[in-house]
């Protein structure tokens, strides 16, 4: 397994272009499968995740074709089965099971794992499926949805722990093709959820109301082909944002949608440093200290999950207590145990990290666990005294298109190691 090796300490100048959204991509793919006519997504970015779905609509008989940033999918003749050995590498598959139950009426995905993240269940999927009049049954590991017709329906899509990304994207998806109008009653808003519906109103769906938390989709009869590009990365503008302010003297993030940024640029300029905001580039002017802040991540337009990790790197050498909330995945601190043994100073109380800032960190040899957690530790590492030594960078290549390379060019000294074995 590769590892990336940070010495910290230097400081980050210059530009670093944004990639394509992962969390926007994954969906835009599997929702190609809706049609038999090619479709072309551009702004694809090149991550192992995006890799397996491909991956998976492959083995699933559709035409795919990657040249660099653009993907052409051609979906005409389908099977409808995606198998555990793909599926197991990567939950968000479980976007297939929508599209392919909205076209051929049925679908068979094996079960998402959890991970390190939390528990990722689907029921509130399944629940938007069963209210199209499909039947969902959970066989060997296996989720089979299947319906004679799927009927519109009114469905809230809200659970215990807010609204589902992925679940109002597979849900919006079946319904396009459903007889009749459905409505999505605590939808997600995320502009992921956005940049989908947008791609299906480009195959011919119709959709009104994406953004908010009530999306009205009227079903149609079938879908066509269409051309898009997948809206920038927040969460990986976001990252970058952090890095800066981190270790940056004065940064320029271009590609960027900033309006999509407002909770994390509202977060970094609360933490006291400067940022010049326009529509689509973002500056940092990293000062090394930070001003302490309360943060809980919450649904777009809240603070995002995605972005707490990062944060909690950021705020380790705050001037003074921090505390961190996290309402949508409460056991997503697997950072925290990593951060601590470079010399951060944080206590986990239930979902909430307290953060008492030191003026130091030290490098040390850390795990990396989840995407998210991963960054933030490279993140620590350009600060850190010393050498940073992130082992298991898989996870990071799994949302980050050449994070090394990208740091490597704002003046980092960063390397990645193949592994030898
Ligand atoms: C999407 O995951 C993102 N992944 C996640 O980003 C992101 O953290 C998450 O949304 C929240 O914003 C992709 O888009 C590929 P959810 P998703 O369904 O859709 C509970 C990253 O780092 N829930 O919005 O799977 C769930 O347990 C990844 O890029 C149910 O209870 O997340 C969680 O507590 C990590 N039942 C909450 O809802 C369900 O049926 C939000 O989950 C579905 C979800």
């Known amino acids: 397994m590769d590892k990336i090796i940070v010495h910290g300490g230097r400081s980050l100048s210059g530009t670093v272009k944004i990639s394509g959204s992962k969390n926007s991509a994954l969906p835009i793919l599997a929702a190609t499968l809706l049609t038999r006519e090619p479709c072309i997504i551009h702004s694809v970015p090149d991550l192992s995740d995006i890799h397996y779905m491909l991956q998976i609509l492959s083995h699933l008989g559709a035409q795919v074709e990657r040249a660099s940033g653009t993907v052409t999918i051609q979906a005409d003749k389908v099977s409808t089965v995606a198998p555990y050995e793909i599926v197991r590498k990567m939950r968000a598959s479980v976007c297939v099971l ?33 209210a199209l009049n499909a039947a969902c049954r959970v066989e060997a590991g296996d989720v089979k949805v299947f319906a004679d017709e799927l009927r519109g329906a009114t469905v809230d899509l809200e659970g215990r722990q807010g609204p589902t990304v992925l679940g109002t994207g597979n849900v919006m998806m079946a319904a396009t093709l459903a007889e009749g109008v459905t409505v999505i009653e605590g939808a997600a808003a995320e502009p992921e959820v956005v940049d989908l519906a947008n791609f299906l109103g480009k ?134 145990s990593e951060l601590k043994r470079m010399g951060a100073d944080i206590a986990l109380e239930g979902a909430t990290a307290r953060i008492n800032g030191v003026a130091r960190l030290s490098g040390a040899p850390v795990m990396a666990s989840d995407l998210r957690a991963s960054a933030a530790l490279v993140l620590a590492g350009l600060v850190a005294d010393g050498t940073t030594e992130v082992n298991r960078v898989y996870h990071i290549d799994r949302g980050y298109e050449s994070i090394d390379e990208k740091l490597m060019g704002l003046g980092a000294e960063i390397e990645r190691v193949k592994n030898q074995l």
Do not use: W
Request: hydrophobic letters at 40%; a neutral charge.
């Open 98 to 130: 929508g599209p392919l139950l909205g076209r051929h009426k049925e679908a068979r995905v094996s079960l998402p794992g959890g991970c390190v993240i939390g528990d990722r269940p689907i029921d509130l999927h399944l629940k938007g499926f069963r």
């Open 203 to 336: 195959m011919g769906a119709k959709i009104e109301g994406a953004g908010t938390r009530r999306i009205t989709i009227e079903g149609v009869k079938e879908l066509h082909g269409a051309e898009h590009s997948v809206i920038p990365d927040r969460i990986e503008a976001g990252t970058f944002l952090v890095a800066a302010a981190l270790a940056g003297r004065e940064v320029t993030l271009r590609r960027v949608n900033a309006e999509h940024l407002n909770a994390v640029t509202n977060a970094i300029s609360d933490a006291g440093f400067r940022l010049h905001i326009q529509r689509d580039s973002i500056t940092v002017f990293g000062n090394g200290s930070s001003l302490p802040v309360h943060l809980i991540t919450e649904p777009y337009p809240g603070f995002p999950t995605d972005m707490q990790a990062q944060m909690c790197a950021l705020l380790s050498r705050a001037n003074g207590e921090s505390s961190v909330t996290e309402t949508v995945f409460p056991q997503r601190f697997m950072h925290v």
